[in-house]
């Protein structure tokens, strides 16, 4: 069976693997998920320290006195600023992702055009060879290497 014929088609799917990694690995929708999972951990954070303050000043008895909204005005700002850091963090490593995987689909992409360089020299070596041949009015033959024990054998193309 082809590969073509049963709806598989390896250049297509090199094609759409290359594609893809070109266009970047990290989608909108990670980096989206990422960014919420960051605004959830530091809003508990924030939740937490901010029951912490309330708590402390009315076991002392400074609940009124203005103290305990300054500690949360800190803990906002450092929430903000936590925030800012996490989602830039966020936004560089998918950076850094996307750019190692285009790296990686340039050296895959010239591999496969190197392999295809090097068949498409081979076959054309081999036709011209099998032309020359012809005028020469030899029989065609192969080169058959017995992977087992390395000897080479030169064998007529007619026999298959």
């Given amino acids: 069976m082809s590969p073509q014929a049963g709806g598989w088609n390896l250049e297509g799917q090199l094609q759409n693997f290359l594609g893809g990694a070109f266009n970047g690995s990290v989608t909108p929708e990670f980096i989206n998920r990422a960014k919420g999972d960051v605004f959830r951990t530091v809003q508990g954070q924030t939740k937490g ?12 008895g400074l609940f009124r006195s203005g103290i305990p909204a300054e500690g949360i005005a800190n803990v906002q700002g450092q929430a903000q600023g936590a925030m800012a850091r996490g989602v830039a963090d966020i936004l560089n490593n998918a950076e850094n992702q996307n750019i190692q995987g285009r790296q990686n ?12 360089r090097s068949w498409e020299q081979y076959q054309n070596e ?9 005028a020469a009015g030899r029989p065609q033959t192969f080169t058959y290497i017995d992977p087992d024990t390395g000897q080479s054998y030169e064998m007529d193309e007619s026999w298959f």
């Fill in 49 to 60: 320290a901010t029951n912490a303050i309330n708590d402390d000043a009315v076991r002392r």
């Fill in 105 to 116: 689909a340039a050296g895959v992409a010239s591999n496969v055009l190197g392999m295809n």
């Fill in 126 to 134: 081999r036709s011209d060879a099998a032309a020359a041949r012809a």
